[in-house]
């Protein structure tokens, strides 16, 4: 591979996505070549350190472990394709707990003891509210893949990005007209009190409103519950659709006495995957979710018309065609979310590509080639599908789908255009100084 010149220090909008584009299969000829060749040209041999929080232990486990599989899939084939600006990519990973002062912790550790690049892969929305003034206060650029609307509010900072995957607001938007034209308009909302959960409880009720709808009641239960029939008799007698978002390691368990509660007769059911992430649909009791309709931010089962984007990006991290491990095929996948660790990592190649980085004195440079970014193509680097960054908000807007119970899978039925989760911004993160 041989150097280029470094680009300037304001990379034009059409190097950034020509990069972006680019993404994992611009370097695929240096596949041919021997791994000491691939790196020889760098202007440094010292790798790319990216810090991984993760959530091995504490209510996001589950995820955790996915993120963990994805992340390191994805470090793995962008350093078979050369590394990023002749370097390889090296994971440096530390728990946070699923827990926001940890989390600050690890951010910390990642700027100060590990001399990593940037701070990436945060999940669970109050752990992400907890690091990401750290990390803003550290300089560190912080690409979390949490789904949460904190970023685009303004809450952040600008050192804090989410170009991998989409968020709350954008999701339940382009969701509600579905759920109010086939399902129902009197709904009960039952959701994680915090907040994540609370994403969803403000901006589905005012997205429903908006279809002539309205939410009937609000149950709102802490994610760490165990135990769940106690709250449903809270759910009104004329509930026509039960909205649901639960969390946590006891999922199967609020699922499966969901189910108990209301035998036969429910109400039309309409869940974020959330509720059944790393959860066999086919686990014993779970029967009455069949015509029962998600979310999926990816779709779990590899569906009749399946991207050859979508089937590579399955055979990289190990899953098969029902979203379970090819290893084991009761260990099922979090797969609705762990392709934002995927694709968030192919921003951060591009990024770093498009700013020439070298260094962390180049970090600024690279927030500035990220918000550069607008049109993502549907690829290899982006199996859930084609995107659009907006550089202001630092959050990214994508397709949504919505798939039905059918016979034990989850068919897809729906899938939403990105206008429909589109809406107007709350901040210029780019009016911030760096």
């Not at 084939?77 to 990973?93: F, T």
Request: proline residues 6%; hydrophobic residues 40%.
């Amino acid at each position: 591979m041989t150097k280029t010149k470094k680009p300037p220090l304001q990379p034009t909008r059409r190097d950034a996505l020509k990069t972006l584009a680019l993404g994992a299969g611009g370097a695929a000829a240096a596949t041919s070549l021997p791994l000491w060749a691939r790196y020889a040209s760098a202007q440094s041999s010292e790798p790319i350190r990216v810090g991984f929080q993760v959530h091995r232990t504490g209510i996001g486990a589950a995820y955790g472990r996915w993120y963990d599989r994805t992340t390191m899939a994805a470090a793995k084939l962008i350093n078979e394709n050369g590394g990023i600006n002749g370097r390889p990519v090296e994971i440096v990973a530390e728990d946070d707990g699923t827990d926001p002062k940890r989390g600050a912790e690890v951010v910390e550790k990642f700027a100060t003891q590990h001399n990593c690049d940037i701070g990436f892969g945060t999940l669970f929305s109050h752990v992400v509210i907890g690091s990401a003034p750290r990390a803003g206060e550290l300089k560190l650029p912080y690409f979390v893949v949490s789904e949460g609307h904190h970023v685009a509010s303004g809450m952040l900072n600008r050192y804090t990005l989410q170009p991998g995957i989409t968020d709350v607001k954008s999701q339940v938007q382009a969701m509600a007209p579905f759920v109010a034209s086939n399902l129902g308009k009197k709904v009960t909302m039952i959701f994680p009190d915090f907040a994540f959960g609370h994403d969803h409880r403000d901006y589905f009720t005012a997205a429903i409103e908006a279809q002539g709808g309205e939410v009937l009641e609000h149950i709102a239960i802490p994610p760490t519950e165990t135990s769940f029939t106690k709250y449903f008799p809270k759910i009104p007698r004329d509930t026509e659709v039960i909205y649901h978002v639960m969390v946590g390691p006891a999922v199967l368990t609020f699922v499966k006495e969901l189910g108990e509660f209301f035998g036969p007769q429910r109400p039309e059911m309409f869940g974020f995957i959330d509720s059944l992430e790393a959860v066999d649909i086919g686990s014993p009791g779970l029967e009455f979710l069949e015509g029962t309709y998600f979310w999926e931010g990816n779709p779990r089962y590899a569906q009749a018309d399946q991207s050859p984007y979508d089937a590579f990006f399955r055979e990289r991290v190990g899953v098969d065609a029902n979203g379970a491990s090819v290893s084991d095929p009761k260990d099922v996948s979090t797969y609705a979310h762990m392709f934002g660790c995927w694709e968030t990592l192919h921003v951060v190649k591009a990024g770093m590509e498009a700013a020439g980085y070298q260094g962390p004195s180049d970090r600024a440079k690279l927030i500035e080639a990220v918000e550069a970014m607008t049109d993502m193509a549907h690829s290899n680097a982006h199996p859930q599908g084609a995107k659009v960054f907006n550089g202001k908000t630092h959050q990214v807007f994508g397709h949504q789908y919505i798939t039905k119970v059918t016979d034990g899978k989850l068919l897809l039925v729906h899938t939403t255009s990105i206008e429909d989760t589109l809406y107007p911004d709350e901040v210029d993160y780019t009016t911030q100084p760096l």
